[in-house]
Structures are given as C-alpha cells and as structure tokens.
C-alpha cells in the first residue's frame, strides 16, 4: 500500500528508537495529508479531524498514544484540542510549518497487520453503500474511470512546481485514480455521491477517459427544476387519473 509523507521527514533521524513502528507513524501522517485533499471542508491550514477509534483500529491502541506524543513533541504536527462534530466529535491535527510546505513522496507500507485492517475497513465502507441500482451503477463503473498518468503529471510538474500545497494535491489525487484507489462516500442526507472523480479538480479532468474514451463534462444551468419537471410529467403520463 502506498502512503505519502513530507519528502524532509526523516524517519529514522526523529525517532531512531521506534525503527519498528515505521510503518504506523507512515500511515498516521499519511491520513492527514489523505483526508485534506479528499474533503473539501478543510482548507489549506485547517486543522484535520480524524476518528481516532478508526486509527487505533488499524495501528493499535497501545501505540497510538505513544506514537501522537513523539510526533508532537519533534515539533512534526500540531493538535487541536477543541473537539469537532465533523467525524464523532474527533480532536483536530495538522502538519507543523516545517513538514507542510514542501513535496510529499510515496512510501510503501509494508507491515501486514495494517494492510489487513486496513483493507477490512474498506471493505466495510464498501458493504456500507446504500442499496439502489443508482448507487450500483456508479460504483460499478467507477472502476472503468482511467487517467492518463504520464501527461497528467508532465502538466501539473509544468504548471504547479512552484506551489508545492497544489501540487501535492494533483499528485495524490492522480495517483489514486491511477492506482484504481477510489473511495466512495453517500451523504447521508441528501444522497450525494462523492468519490475521486467528483472532487477532482477541473484542471486535471481533460486527462480522464472511460475504458479508453474521452470523457466530456455537460452542466445543465438550472437542471434541479429542469429534471423535477421531468419527473411530474412521466408520473402524471403513467397516473392520469391523479391529475386535476
């Protein structure tokens, strides 16, 4: 599984005594850079709020608490203490100045506890879909969606160079698309789709394509009202007697 870090953060210089949690400070960081690219409620120094009862599932208990203190006490994140409702009331943390300016680089965890639980949690998200063929029919061509990787990064590496917060952003999320690492999110209170596709920036979507085809992108102004009427017309065509 591949994860991302600042590229100056030095793993085995921090913490040369936790050589063998590697993996789980990885991982930890990891989720932090993940959930700001992907939910669009954070900006760009909003502090990240994570469920820790889902990150002590996947790291361990034991380890979690050890593992925040050092990464706050070598000055790597910051912690909000102020509780937030965004995920069950989960406390808020961020990279410190030193590792969020610059470049992340990819790393590959290779600890199988991990990989295991972490691809249980995902399977669990997956049985989690709501029922309905709408919802089918997205996910199951979802997978279909491909990108061009080589010219989607020579234009970002062409384009975004100088600012490394928007890069890293573009990077990851082509990289996800590439790697068929999608995610699939229903709002639970208006049913509304979210997945990599959805919140992908516009400038990278001319590189996407459907099983080899382009892809073209229709906005209807307006188009609430437009398929509203849509449907009370077919409904009235199929019960005439319920028009008066």
Known sequence: MNCYIPSNFDFEKLFPDCLKYRDKYYYFI???IEERIFDKRYEKDSFIHLYSEVIKNIIGVRIFYKMRYNLLNKNVIEINHRYSDILHFSKGYRLTDTFSGVKHKKVNIEDEKILQRVNRYKLKLTNDIPEGSEYKFLYNNLNKINIDHLEALNFINQNYSFDPYIF??????I????????FF??????GRVHT?????????RPFLNFEGKPLIN????NSQPFLF??????????YPQHYY
């Open 185 to 190: 999110v229903v709002d639970n209170i208006a």
């Open 30 to 32: 990891h989720k932090i």
């Open 229 to 238: 009427n849509t449907l009370i017309q077919n409904y009235f065509v199929k």
């Open 175 to 182: 990289d996800y698309i590439n790697d068929k690492s999608f």
């Open 168 to 173: 890293n952003s573009f990077k990851i999320s």
């Open 218 to 221: 229709i906005d209807i102004s």
């Open 196 to 204: 990599n596709i959805s919140n992908l920036s516009r400038e990278l």
